[in-house]
């Protein structure tokens, strides 16, 4: 499983947009990149996945580079309710859906 | 919609006593996970099963072993529990092969240990 690297805490302000970077230097070719929420004393929630390229949804935009080596998180226009843990995570959605590794995620803080 | 339930919400036991988690995951999902989350930790992966077979284990201590029923809900059983073992554990289901392999997790149960 390939290892990822967030940073640890980002600060924001509401109305802006955030990008959260992800590296993951170690993907492999099979590896998708999935991005979580987790609220305090909840599950996380699935928010965007991707392989290559950009894939957007309605609640964020996830791009990815041709090398694949890491990953970006955006969430536009972001409000209080989107202070939250966000985890970047890297597997073969293929072969290797059963074991999902959550490293360090990237606590986000908006600020009124 | 349906979600994924997880029993009790909330346990309170003793050094050395055992516990028992429960999770009903969502119809049709083939695929249940458990994590375990300390306090201002992050979700550890404990164990998984497909089609109520063991798929893949992370770090679950041996006290801990969990299976997966018939009706597809699945069990944490937890002995001889240690205040270590405090924490919040989750479940989650999904399907192995499904779009985007999302995993849709369950409110947890919050376990304390005294």
């Known amino acids: 499983l390939a290892k990822t690297t967030q940073p640890i805490s980002m600060d924001s302000y509401e109305g802006q947009e955030v990008n959260i970077t992800c590296s993951h230097n170690?993907?492999?070719?099979?590896?998708?990149i999935t991005w979580y929420q987790q609220f305090p004393s909840q599950g996380p929630r699935f928010i965007i996945q991707g392989y290559k390229t950009k894939v957007t949804n309605e609640v964020a935009s996830l791009f990815i580079p041709a090398d694949r080596k890491s990953s970006t998180l955006s969430l536009p226009r972001v409000s209080l309710s989107d202070t939250a843990v966000y985890y970047c995570l890297v597997g073969d959605i293929d072969t290797g859906g059963f074991k999902t590794i959550f490293g360090a995620g990237t606590r986000l803080f908006v600020k009124a | 919609a349906a979600g994924v339930i997880q029993s009790p919400r909330h346990l309170i036991k003793e050094k050395r006593e055992t516990a028992t988690l429960k999770c009903y995951p969502i119809?049709?999902?083939?695929?249940v996970y458990w994590y375990q989350q300390g306090p201002g930790q992050d979700p550890q992966f404990l164990i998984s099963?497909?089609?109520?077979?063991?798929?893949d284990k992370g770090s679950i201590p041996d006290r801990f072993s969990a299976q997966q029923f018939s009706d597809y809900h699945s069990e944490l059983n937890m002995s001889s529990l240690e205040l270590g073992d405090s924490a919040l554990y989750f479940c989650a289901s999904g399907f192995r092969l499904g779009a985007g392999n999302e995993q849709f997790f369950g409110p947890g149960t919050r376990l304390t240990v005294l």
């Open positions: 119809p049709r999902h083939d695929t």
């Open positions: 170690n993907i492999a070719t099979n590896d998708y």
């Open positions: 099963f497909y089609e109520k077979m063991q798929s």
